[in-house]
T-cell receptor
C-alpha cells in the first residue's frame, strides 16, 4: 500500500496563478482532510470531507476550494494564489473521525506534504 | 468549542534526560479522543498514540509514556532517557463529536548530545 500520496511535492507560483494539489489514498478511508502548516501555527484545517461527494469548511477555508469526486482522491484548489498561501500543505485520511453517534475515532494518516511558495 | 493548548513552544534537554511535553484540551463532549503525533526533521507526520475519554489508564510504550488526567483536562507525554532521534516537533490533537481532529501548535523538542 502506498498510503497517502500528494502531488506535487514542491511548487512555486506567481501571485494570481492557479493550481490544484492532488491527494490520493489507497486505504479505503472515508474521511479526508487538507491542512496547512505555518511556523508557530501548528496544523490548521482548511477543508475536509466525510465521504465521496461531500466537503466541508475547516478553520481557514478562504482562498481554497476542494472536491471529492472519487473516494480515494481529494483535490485542493487555489484559484488565485496569494503570498499568504505560501505554506506546507498536508493531506490526511482516516477510517472514521468524530464521536457523534459512534463509539470511536481513529487516527489520521498523513501524506508527505507539498511545499508551496507564492511569489 | 474544541481547543488544544501546548504551552511549551520549544524545549531543549541533554540526551538521556527525561522530558515531559504538556497538552491541555477543552471540549464540551463527554466522549472524545486524544492523539499524539511526531514530526521529525524530515517533515512527515507520524501517529504515536490514541486514547479515548473513558480510559484514564496511563500507557507506556518503550521509552514513551502518556499520562491522561480528565480532572485537569491534560494528556501529557513523557520521554524517558531521551535520545537525539527523539528531536522533533510533537503535536497533541483532539477529536470529539465533530468530524475533524484539532491540533495544538506543537512543541519543538531538541535533544542535545
Amino acid at each position: 500500500n502506498a498510503g497517502v500520496t500528494q502531488t506535487p511535492k514542491f511548487r512555486v507560483l506567481k501571485t494570481g496563478q492557479s493550481m490544484t494539489l492532488l491527494c490520493a489514498q489507497d486505504m479505503n478511508h472515508e474521511y479526508m482532510y487538507w491542512y496547512r502548516q505555518d511556523p508557530g501555527m501548528g496544523l490548521r484545517l482548511i477543508h475536509y470531507s466525510v465521504g465521496e461527494g461531500t466537503t466541508a469548511k475547516g478553520e481557514v477555508p478562504d482562498g481554497y476550494n476542494v472536491s471529492r469526486l472519487k473516494k480515494q482522491n481529494f483535490l485542493l484548489g487555489l484559484e488565485s494564489a496569494a503570498p499568504s498561501q505560501t505554506s506546507v500543505y498536508f493531506c490526511a485520511s482516516s477510517y472514521l473521525t468524530g464521536t457523534s453517534g459512534v463509539t470511536s475515532s481513529y487516527e489520521q494518516y498523513f501524506g508527505p506534504g507539498t511545499r508551496l511558495t507564492v511569489t | 468549542a474544541q481547543k488544544v493548548t501546548q504551552a511549551q513552544t520549544e524545549i531543549s534537554v541533554v540526551e538521556k534526560e527525561d522530558v515531559t511535553l504538556d497538552c491541555v484540551y477543552e471540549t464540551r463532549d463527554t466522549t472524545y479522543y486524544l492523539f499524539w503525533y511526531k514530526q521529525p526533521p524530515s517533515g512527515e507526520l507520524v501517529f504515536l498514540i490514541r486514547r479515548n475519554s473513558f480510559d484514564e489508564q496511563n500507557e507506556i510504550s518503550g521509552r514513551y509514556s502518556w499520562n491522561f488526567q480528565k480532572s485537569t483536562s491534560s494528556f501529557n507525554f513523557t520521554i524517558t532517557a531521551s535520545q537525539v532521534v527523539d528531536s522533533a516537533v510533537y503535536f497533541c490533537a483532539l477529536s470529539d463529536r465533530d468530524d475533524k481532529i484539532i491540533f495544538g501548535k506543537g512543541t519543538r523538542l531538541h535533544i542535545l548530545p
